[in-house]
C-alpha cells in the first residue's frame, strides 16, 4: 500500500492484501490500526487482522486509529477515502450550533448539502438555514402583515391590539418556547404571552372582537373594505409544509411603526431575523435541547454582539421562566459562517484521503 502524491494509497492487488478486501460492498467502512511508525511517511497497518505496509507521502496522520471508506472496485484494484472522523465531527457539531436541524438531521443529509449552500454566500444565519431547507420559499420577503400592521396603525387602532393581531395571524405555535423566547426578548411581557398560552379561547375572541369594532368604525368605506380584503387575505395565508414546518412573519413595534420578524422551524427549533432600528438586523436562533435551551443570536457587528453580550443577564433574566436550564450566546455572524467554511474546506480537502489499487 503507497499514498502517492495525489494523496493515494496504492495495495498490490495480486497480493494477498486483495482478499481481505473481496466482500465488502461499495460505501463500507473499515477500521484501521497505524501499529508501527517506520518514519516520518512510512507505517505499517493493521486491517482485519491483516498488516499492510503503506506510504504517506504528505505525512503519517496523527493518533493510531483511522478509518477506510470504499468508493469503487475495479478489476484488482480497490479504490478507498481515509475518512477524517474529526473533522467530520468538527463540522456536525458547527452545524448543530447554527440551525434549526438535529444531529440525525445532519449527519444523513446536512453533511452533503453544506457546501452547495455556502456556495450561495448566505447573508446571514437566517438565510443558511434556508438553503438548508427542502424548499425554498422561506427567503422571500413578503412583509405583507407589516405593511397592513402599519396601515391600521396610521387609521389610529391600538398598536398592542395589532401586535396581537399579529401574532394570531402568522400561524406560528404560540405555545413553542423557542418563539416564547422572541417575544420576550422583543420586549413582549409575560402577562401578554400568558394570556395567548394559557389564557383560553375566551380572552382571545375578545381581541379579535376589539379588532373587528376597532375595523368597523373606520369612516371611509372604501379603506373599510379593503382592511377587511386584506384580513381575510392574511387568515388564508397561514400554513406549514407537509414535514410540519412553519415559516412566515409577524410583527413588532419599533420606532413608531411595525417592523418584520420572519421566521420558520418546526417542534423546538426556530430561527428568527429582525431589524432593528438602532442596532441593525439580528438572527435568533432557539432550540430545546434534552440537557436545557439554548439561544443564540447573530449581529453582523462585533460592537453590537459586546452590547448585547453586556446586556445578557438582563435577557437571561426575562428569558429565565422557559426552562430551568437556559443558555443564551452571542456570535458575530460573519465569523460564525466563515467558521463553517473553514471546516468544510479542511473536511472536503484535506481530511480525505485516496486509496487505490
Not at 443558511?128 to 402583515?145: M, R, S, W
Amino acid at each position: 500500500m503507497r499514498i502517492e502524491a495525489a494523496n493515494t494509497i496504492r495495495v498490490i492487488g495480486r497480493s494477498g492484501i486483495a482478499d481481505t478486501f473481496r466482500d465488502i460492498q461499495n460505501g463500507a467502512e473499515l477500521p484501521a490500526r497505524i501499529v508501527e511508525r517506520i518514519s516520518g511517511r512510512d507505517a505499517v497497518l493493521e486491517i482485519a487482522g491483516k498488516r499492510i505496509h503503506a506510504e504517506f507521502l504528505k505525512g503519517l496522520p496523527a493518533g493510531s486509529m483511522i478509518r477506510l471508506k470504499l468508493e469503487s472496485i475495479k478489476d484488482n484494484s480497490y479504490l478507498f477515502k481515509l475518512v477524517d472522523t474529526t473533522g467530520r465531527e468538527s463540522l456536525a457539531k458547527q452545524i448543530l450550533d447554527t440551525t434549526i436541524f438535529s444531529m440525525n438531521d445532519i449527519q444523513k443529509r446536512i453533511m452533503y448539502i453544506i457546501s452547495g449552500a455556502l456556495a450561495n454566500h448566505p447573508a446571514g444565519i437566517f438565510e443558511l438555514n434556508a438553503l438548508l431547507l427542502p424548499h425554498q420559499k422561506q427567503e422571500k420577503k413578503d412583509e405583507g402583515i407589516t405593511r397592513f400592521l402599519n396601515l391600521l396603525l396610521r387609521l389610529g387602532i391600538n398598536r398592542n391590539a395589532l401586535a396581537d393581531l399579529s401574532i394570531l395571524v402568522s400561524g406560528i405555535n404560540i405555545n413553542a418556547k423557542a418563539f416564547q423566547s422572541i417575544l420576550l426578548l422583543l420586549g413582549f411581557g409575560g402577562d401578554r404571552i400568558r394570556k395567548w398560552t394559557s389564557g383560553g379561547n375566551e380572552d382571545r375572541e375578545r381581541a379579535i372582537s376589539g379588532l373587528i369594532s376597532d375595523i368597523e368604525a373606520i369612516a371611509d368605506d372604501d379603506v373599510r373594505k379593503d382592511v377587511i380584503r386584506q384580513l381575510i387575505a392574511l387568515l388564508k395565508g397561514t400554513e406549514s409544509d407537509p414535514a410540519g414546518q412553519a415559516s412566515g412573519e409577524f410583527g413588532y413595534y419599533d420606532d413608531e411603526k411595525f417592523r418584520p420578524v420572519r421566521y420558520f422551524g418546526r417542534e423546538d427549533s426556530w430561527i428568527f431575523s429582525v431589524e432593528f432600528s438602532n442596532i441593525g438586523r439580528i438572527d435568533v436562533l432557539a432550540r430545546e435541547m434534552p440537557d436545557g435551551f439554548n439561544i443564540s443570536i447573530y449581529s453582523d457587528s462585533s460592537e453590537v454582539v459586546t452590547t448585547l453580550r453586556e446586556s445578557g443577564g438582563q435577557l437571561l433574566k426575562n428569558c429565565s421562566s422557559l426552562h430551568p436550564d437556559i443558555h443564551i450566546n452571542f456570535y458575530n455572524t460573519k465569523q460564525a459562517i466563515n467558521k463553517i467554511v473553514e471546516i468544510n474546506s479542511h473536511y472536503s480537502l484535506n481530511s480525505v484521503l485516496d486509496i487505490k489499487a
